[in-house]
């Protein structure tokens, strides 16, 4: 919503476009030297962050919905998304009254205050959807509602985000890190050439954990997850390193055998 009129018509109309008390609620994950970001907004009138976010219009699937509002909210199609998990039973999103008031200090921008029983004050769940997206192709969309944008390593997430929104990123971190061993994960987040320490050092981020450098080159290789390109990485004056890419058809013929990676 980039105009005060399209909040307006969203706070008075919007149960009649959209699914009252159901929402989609984003983790955006990028990579960008040599961290794990999310993109985090700050709505007005708020001290505290929160997940990127909308709702399920009437005639969309949750598929289509999530799209879409990954679209208005980076100005990219076509991302890597997957669905991971409803959240409802949090204490903040079971107290109408603190919904209320939340949402009342955000709209105050336009003069409304919502009384009880209006259909964004009541309890809301939300679908929890993570998408991974090239960090430097995203293009952040201005929001009339929105004061602030960023992106945070993950491992600097404010511990007081909105609402349950640090546990929907823990739990899509969670998600990710499972399915590294069983997506193309790497194929999202890395430009489309890059070289083996660069893929290297992201399956360490996400996974937290030390990977012997050998042995991870060794797996893909034989796998036939990546090819070498007859291009190099002009780094400094002594370093060169080849450049590589995914096999996406190889990558799908070791799942489908289930050669699941692992480190």
Same mark, same amino acid.
């Given at each position: 919503?980039?105009?005060?009129?399209?909040?307006?018509?969203?706070?008075?109309?919007?149960?009649?476009?959209?699914?009252?008390?159901?929402?989609? !609620?984003?983790?955006?994950?990028?990579?960008?030297?040599?961290?794990?970001?999310?993109?985090?907004?700050?709505?007005?009138?708020?001290?505290?962050?929160?997940?990127?976010?909308? %709702?399920?219009?009437?005639?969309?699937?949750?598929?289509?919905?999530?799209?879409?509002?990954?679209?208005?909210?980076?100005?990219?199609? =076509?991302?890597?998304?997957?669905?991971? %998990?409803?959240?409802?039973?949090?204490?903040?999103?079971?107290?109408?009254?603190?919904?209320?008031?939340?949402? #009342?200090?955000?709209?105050?921008?336009? =003069?409304?205050?919502?009384?009880?029983?209006?259909?964004?004050?009541?309890?809301?769940?939300?679908?929890?959807?993570?998408?991974?997206? !090239? /960090?430097?192709?995203?293009?952040?969309?201005?929001?009339?509602?929105?004061?602030?944008?960023?992106?945070?390593?993950?491992?600097? @997430?404010?511990?007081?985000?909105? /609402?349950?929104?640090?546990?929907?990123?823990?739990?899509?971190?969670?998600?990710?890190?499972?399915?590294?061993?069983?997506?193309?994960?790497?194929?999202?987040?890395?430009?489309?050439?890059?070289?083996?320490?660069? @893929?290297?050092?992201? /399956?360490?981020?996400?996974?937290?954990?030390? @990977?012997?450098?050998? #042995?991870?080159?060794?797996?893909?290789?034989?796998?036939?997850?990546?090819?070498?390109?007859?291009?190099?990485?002009?780094? =400094?004056?002594?370093?060169?390193?080849?450049?590589?890419?995914?096999?996406?058809?190889?990558?799908?013929?070791?799942?489908?055998?289930?050669? @699941?990676?692992?480190?």
């Amino acid at each position: 919503m980039n105009t005060r009129q399209e909040v307006l018509d969203f706070v008075h109309h919007g149960a009649e476009r959209f699914l009252p008390h159901l929402s989609i !609620d984003c983790a955006i994950f990028g990579y960008h030297d040599h961290e794990l970001k999310t993109l985090l907004i700050r709505h007005h009138g708020q001290q505290n962050w929160s997940l990127p976010g909308g %709702y399920i219009g009437r005639h969309e699937t949750l598929t289509e919905a999530a799209h879409r509002i990954l679209a208005e909210k980076t100005q990219l199609t =076509g991302l890597f998304l997957q669905q991971f %998990y409803t959240f409802g039973d949090s204490a903040t999103r079971m107290n109408n009254i603190k919904t209320e008031q939340t949402h #009342n200090t955000t709209y105050s921008k336009v =003069g409304v205050s919502l009384s009880p029983g209006h259909w964004l004050s009541e309890r809301t769940l939300s679908i929890g959807y993570y998408a991974l997206v !090239d /960090y430097l192709q995203v293009v952040v969309t201005p929001e009339f509602l929105v004061d602030e944008y960023c992106w945070l390593n993950v491992a600097d @997430i404010p511990k007081e985000l909105v /609402y349950d929104h640090n546990e929907i990123i823990q739990k899509a971190l969670l998600t990710l890190r499972a399915h590294i061993f069983q997506q193309p994960i790497g194929y999202n987040l890395l430009p489309d050439k890059f070289t083996l320490p660069e @893929i290297h050092s992201l /399956y360490e981020t996400i996974l937290c954990k030390q @990977i012997d450098r050998r #042995n991870f080159r060794k797996k893909l290789l034989t796998l036939g997850l990546i090819r070498q390109l007859d291009e190099q990485k002009k780094i =400094g004056p002594h370093r060169s390193p080849f450049l590589y890419e995914f096999d996406l058809e190889n990558y799908s013929r070791a799942l489908e055998d289930g050669s @699941i990676l692992t480190f």
